[in-house]
């Protein structure tokens, strides 16, 4: 991408040149009635072209910027609930010994599973 950049940068500079190199006149802008600008062509386009472009690109590199801050606390964000906070060891410890002694055993019924598994529904063909 950067090369197709700097090739349209290139022929823009060369189409200047040669625009310049055919137009070195002077031209009269009147700005008001008592005001008139004498200054040559090529000037007055380049002048023109830059008055177009720095407001535009100044927009665009602002909106970039925001976009960037954005997205990268969106990442923070999700990186943060993606990860699970650790639980303390000291803690964990007692309430698992204290849940093992409270729920008491029968012998003859049998152990249910941890997970346990629905059997999907039917499809119909």
Known sequence: MQIVRTIGWVLLLFS?????????KPV?????????????????????????????????RASK?????????????????????????????PASAAAATTAPSSPDLPPEPANPVEPEPSKPA
Request: net charge positive; charged share 10%.
């Open 16 to 24: 200047l040149l040669a625009f310049s190199f055919f137009n070195w």
């Open 28 to 60: 009269e802008v009147q700005i008001w009635s008592n005001l008139v600008l004498e200054t040559k062509l090529p000037a007055l386009v380049v002048v023109s072209f830059l008055l177009g472009l720095v407001p535009m690109w100044l927009v665009h």
């Open 65 to 93: 910027w925001r976009a960037t801050r954005r997205i990268n606390a969106l990442e923070t964000a999700t990186n943060r609930l993606a990860t699970p906070a650790p639980a303390p060891a000291a803690a964990a410890a």
